[in-house]
Each structure stands twice: as structure tokens, then as C-alpha cells.
């Protein structure tokens, strides 16, 4: 069975504060989506990796995809108010396309 | 283009009664997934449907089906509804670029089970 932990579950900063989170599995996936949500609405995709070792960046987010295939990092430089929702990783499998999903990383960002 | 589109946006049933959620894909997007989340379990994959025909399963009882159309809109039902089944329920369309499969969401339906 196909795991992603995510890490970690929740956390709460003042603006202006890094973060990294962090989606680890034993298994290799051939990409991987990051995900926001906020509350009662659906996850919004962010980004895909699909090259280990992938480096993307969108604005003040980071996403790595690990050499392996087999984890990923989000860092946020400068969290805003506006970053606060439930960070979501996703890996694909190869064979079934099949989204494994992890548990979900909780961000509050406080002004 | 449009996004993922999922009616209605909210549901109030009671224990017993039998539910259909309704959910359109982006178009040419062939591949529609349903998803519960709860606050405890995260996101649970319900099952997968692809072209008409269901593709992949998760681990939840015979009571939750689904169906896709011809023209790629699917519907799920919740029979005999228990109060665990309030959830937020997700669909999502999927595409495919050789072998990136990324899936869009729609903005879910919230039901509640008294």
C-alpha cells in the first residue's frame, strides 16, 4: 500500500515567518501535486513535479520533488495572511494514475 | 474553460434517506474521481470512473456508488445515510500528459446527515 506522511500537521507562525513542509513515502511516484484548501472549498492545485531532484517555484513557494521520487518539500518565505488552508501533497502512480493523497498539512498564519 | 462544477453545494438528509450528487468535468477530461473528506479522516478516495466504466475503487461499503455518462458527467449515490457520512464530498477531473496525471477539483458538496 502506497503512503504519503505528511509533516507536520499543523502549524501556526507570525506573518512574515518561513515554513517548510514536508511529504515522504517509501514508494516512487512519477509526480506529485501540492495542494490548497480553504475552508468548504475544494483543493485548488498549485504545482507538479515530475523530475527528481525538480526545483519549481511560484511567487514565494518552493517545491522540491527528492532525487528518489519519493518525497517532497513546500517552503513558504515570508508567510502572509492570505497562505493560511490546508497544504495538500499527492502523489501519482505510475501504473494507475491513482492519486495518493497525504493527511494534509494545516497552516495558520497569524497578522 | 470552465472548472469542475459539483451541485448541489450543499445538503441537509436524515438518517435512512438516499442521496444523489451530481458533478461535471472539465471538458475533454474523460476521467472523473469522487472523494469524501471529514476533519478525522482527511481525503478518501471513493472511486474512479473513465469513460462510463468504473476504474479504480477505494474502501468504502456497497452503499456509496457512482455512474459516469456518455458525455463524462458523473453522479454518486448514498443509499441508507448514516450520520457518519456527513462530509464534504469531491470530484475531480483528471488529465493526462504522458505520464503526469494531475486532477482539478470542483468546490464540493457539503452534506449533513440528522
Known amino acids: 500500500t502506497q503512503l504519503l506522511e505528511q509533516s507536520p500537521q499543523f502549524l501556526s507562525i507570525q506573518e512574515g515567518e518561513n515554513l517548510t513542509v514536508y511529504c515522504n513515502s517509501s514508494s516512487v511516484f512519477s509526480s506529485l501535486q501540492w495542494y490548497r484548501q480553504e475552508p468548504g472549498e475544494g483543493p485548488v492545485l498549485l504545482v507538479t513535479?515530475?523530475?527528481?531532484?525538480e526545483v519549481k517555484k511560484l511567487k514565494r513557494l518552493t517545491f522540491q520533488f527528492g532525487d528518489a521520487r519519493k518525497d517532497s518539500s513546500l517552503h513558504i518565505t515570508a508567510a502572509q495572511p492570505g497562505d493560511t488552508g490546508l497544504y495538500l501533497c499527492a502523489g501519482a502512480s505510475s501504473n494507475t494514475g491513482k492519486l495518493i493523497f497525504g493527511q494534509g498539512t494545516t497552516l495558520q498564519v497569524k497578522p | 474553460k470552465a472548472g469542475v462544477t459539483q451541485t448541489p453545494r450543499y445538503l441537509i438528509k436524515t438518517r435512512g434517506q438516499q442521496v444523489t450528487l451530481s458533478c461535471s468535468p472539465i471538458?475533454?477530461?474523460?476521467?472523473v474521481s469522487w472523494y469524501q473528506q471529514t476533519p478525522g479522516q482527511g481525503l478518501q478516495f471513493l472511486f474512479e470512473?473513465?469513460?462510463?466504466?468504473?476504474?479504480n475503487k477505494g474502501n468504502f461499503p456497497g452503499r456509496f456508488s457512482g455512474r459516469q455518462f456518455s458525455n463524462s458527467r458523473s453522479e454518486m449515490n448514498v443509499s441508507t445515510l448514516e450520520l457518519g457520512d456527513s462530509a464534504l464530498y469531491l470530484c475531480?477531473?483528471?488529465?493526462?500528459?504522458?505520464?503526469?496525471?494531475?486532477?482539478?477539483f470542483g468546490p464540493g458538496t457539503r452534506l449533513t446527515v440528522t
Open positions: 475531480a477531473s483528471s488529465s493526462k500528459t504522458g505520464s503526469i496525471y494531475e486532477q482539478y
Open positions: 513535479v515530475v523530475t527528481g531532484g
Open positions: 470512473y473513465f469513460s462510463e466504466t468504473q476504474r
Open positions: 471538458s475533454g477530461h474523460r476521467s
